[in-house]
């Protein structure tokens, strides 16, 4: 293992460690600008956070609920670029140490170029990605690539997956597994189903090594403790977006985020 | 017995079976979907096998839809065209007044046999809605139709078909507010009712074994159309022209011609404006290999991959995608893709429309207007057979304000008012 890849595993070892779950937190890149988006990257960070998802917004992201939908378009009208992404990912990384992921849909990266993506992800200090349309199946050339930048590949499983298709996803994965809590697109829930607790464990039963982390529809400490009951950790992004989106100016949503990182981190050491 | 109007393609070479097509297709799914998109693809399989679908089917195709569907010559029409010969497949003849019925009909029984209750689809021009939200009372689904908002303002009447039938149609306010964002907001409600809902979708585009499945569900279009021709006119055309928009009502006109390698296939995509003003939805012209809405293919993109909004006077016709065998057919060169502007297609509406007595759809006009452009190149021995996918109802308050054919701005103004009502109904 080599490049950050090593950093993100020994961030969500260190957290096991401390017999807590991991706070994982999601932000697109360029919201509410792509200065701003930064602050808010950091501030969670600061605030909590363990690891971060820095989205690449997308034109059609079909697995966003309308929070992030709302995000990615003010980011993409704002004119974001994928070298916005990447200076987001490196200035994160470079102020907090801390393990920083990208997030986004296939297409933007197929047209950019796998080699060059993952090589200028690696460069800037990315731990790896999360692609959510990519399937295991069409995922070899992004593979191939991640591994040799040393960037993890995280892939999603969801209730509907059967165990033998878990097998093949833990298998191919690197970094942690995202469990998805419901069938559904990101936002924020007022429950998160019994279906996670489920699916984390058969995932485990497939006797894989990588962490196995919670997410869609958690919002708020309780639920993040409910879910650090079970899982290596605990998933957030909707709960965050909303609060930039709800702020009325950009020093109200950097406190906003920094306070629910805060309650956040509190939950996944099991304080509801 | 065989059936006579459920013809999959009998060579199976392609897609392969992954569902490639070449380079174009397969199947870009979250993991979320990956267990119902291989369902379907286990009881299409299973129904493609079992007599009793192909019964079931045929039975519907001719009681219900009224195939086969006729094939007219139109000699008036085809003085504009340098005097070739040209028919039309009238797929506008088939209930519900497009080639979407083929389709929906098919998927519509596979619901059944997955025991699954409701159905959604997306819905650019109406006609996809209306044949999916007939399909659903006629077998007691339950109907969810997904329309971008400014498509629910141009296709009016087919919103009021489609409640009409029962259905439920929601109107899509992200995006461009059309056909992308509607396939978009279909795919996020199929991710969240996936365990009860089938997506029944309407074009060759979307995740294997989509593209290949709708295909054959259309493949009866060009089986006829070839078979009618070879009688009527005692030889094979020298083109098949249809319009493109996700490319159903052309692949199922020239599915049953590809061997026929002296039958060029031409397919006519909307230039909009014209391509040089950017305001086209011309995939195969303009476009660029990527991924949208769960296969490779053709796509109108900026350099870093985001989907740039497409535009065409024709709602049926104003996507950013392509079916991927169009894709591979247009890079093996076995088929031509040209663009057809909003204006030419208006003028080869009016000119149907006034030489023969048939309005066609606007999208239907792309292919006519293609066919003028192909007869006059191949001059009076030329022998074209054109999709006639739908029949114009539906664009006649588009069309009447485009040629200026109502009375009075009066008139045009309580229209106006009465579409507003509509609309605010929508919402």
Same mark, same amino acid.
């Given at each position: 293992m080599s490049g950050n890849i090593r950093l993100l595993a020994d961030t969500l070892a260190a957290a096991k460690a401390e017999g807590r779950s991991a706070l994982i937190a999601y932000l697109p890149a360029g919201f509410p600008t792509v200065d701003g988006g930064i602050e808010a990257v950091k501030a969670v960070l600061e605030a909590g956070a363990d690891v971060v998802e820095v989205g690449l917004p997308h034109s059609d992201p079909v697995l966003d609920g309308p929070v992030i939908q709302t995000a990615d378009d003010i980011a993409l009208r704002g004119g974001v670029r994928i070298a916005d992404v990447l200076r987001t990912v490196r200035e994160a990384h470079e102020a907090t140490g801390k393990p920083v992921l990208v997030m986004t849909y296939w297409n933007p990266i197929d047209r950019y170029g796998v080699e060059r993506f993952t090589a200028e992800l690696a460069q800037a200090g990315g731990a790896g990605c999360i692609l959510p349309d990519l399937p295991v199946q069409e995922s070899g050339l992004w593979r191939e690539h991640a591994e040799k930048h040393g960037l993890a590949t995280v892939f999603v499983v969801a209730p509907s997956s059967r165990d033998e298709r878990l097998a093949q996803i833990t298998a191919a994965g690197s970094g942690f597994v995202y469990a998805a809590s419901l069938m559904g697109v990101t936002g924020t829930r007022e429950t998160v189903g019994a279906q996670a607790r489920d699916l984390v464990r058969r995932t485990r039963a497939t006797g894989t090594d990588l962490p196995v982390c919670v997410g869609l529809g958690v919002s708020n400490r309780a639920q993040a403790a409910e879910v650090a009951g079970f899982a290596d950790g605990v998933i957030v992004g909707s709960a965050f977006v909303k609060r930039l989106l709800d702020a009325p100016d950009h020093a109200a949503g950097l406190r906003a985020v920094r306070e629910l990182a805060g309650e956040l981190a509190q939950g996944v050491r099991g304080r509801a | 017995m065989p059936s006579e109007f459920f013809i999959p393609d009998p060579e199976g070479q392609v897609p392969s079976a992954d569902g490639y097509f070449g380079a174009f297709g397969g199947k870009f799914i979250p993991e979320a979907l990956v267990a119902a998109v291989d369902q379907v693809a286990v009881e299409y399989e299973k129904a493609k096998a079992d007599p009793e679908f192909a019964r079931e089917l045929d039975e519907l195709l001719v009681h219900y839809t009224g195939r086969p569907s006729p094939l007219t010559e139109v000699p008036r029409f085809a003085r504009?065209? %340098? %005097?070739a010969r040209v028919f039309l497949k009238r797929e506008d003849l088939n209930h519900t007044g497009s080639h979407k019925i083929n389709n929906v009909l098919g998927q519509a029984l596979l619901t059944k046999r997955m025991g699954k209750t409701r159905v959604i689809a997306e819905t650019g021009a109406g006609q996809h809605g209306v044949a999916t939200a007939t399909a659903c009372a006629l077998f007691g689904l339950r109907c969810t139709i997904y329309m971008g908002e400014i498509d629910t303002r141009r296709q009016a009447l087919n919103v009021a078909r489609m409640r009409m039938l029962g259905a439920e149609v929601v109107a899509v306010k992200s995006g461009s507010r059309t056909l992308k964002d509607a396939i978009n907001e279909a795919f996020r409600d199929w991710v969240a009712n996936v365990d009860h809902t089938h997506y029944l979708f309407g074009t060759v585009a979307g995740p294997h074994p989509f593209p290949a499945m709708v295909r054959d569900f259309h493949r009866v279009i060009g089986v006829e159309a070839r078979r009618q021709l070879l009688e009527r006119a005692g030889r094979l055309p020298d083109a098949a022209v249809a319009c493109v928009g996700g490319g159903s009502n052309a692949i199922g006109l020239f599915h049953a011609f590809i061997p026929d390698t002296g039958v060029r296939l031409i397919g006519c995509e909307p230039a909009g404006h014209g391509i040089e003003t950017g305001e086209h939805a011309a995939t195969l012209t303009a476009g660029e290999p990527g991924i949208l809405h769960g296969s490779r293919s053709y796509v109108l993109q900026d350099d870093e991959g985001q989907i740039t909004e497409p535009y065409s006077i024709s709602a049926g016709l104003d996507y950013p995608g392509i079916g991927p065998e169009h894709s591979y057919l247009k890079d093996s060169g076995r088929a031509e893709y040209r663009a057809i502007t909003d204006d030419a297609a208006m003028r080869a509406l009016r000119l149907l429309s006034e030489t023969e007595g048939i309005i066609p759809a606007i999208e239907s006009a792309h292919a006519l207007a293609g066919a003028l452009e192909v007869g006059r190149e191949l001059g009076p021995d030329g022998l074209i057979v054109v999709n006639l996918s739908g029949r114009g109802d539906k664009d006649m308050d588009t069309a009447a304000r485009y040629f200026g054919l109502y009375d009075t701005d009066a008139e045009v103004a309580a229209d106006a008012e009465s579409t507003a009502e509509i609309k605010e109904d929508a919402q």
């Open positions: - | 504009h065209a %340098g %005097g």
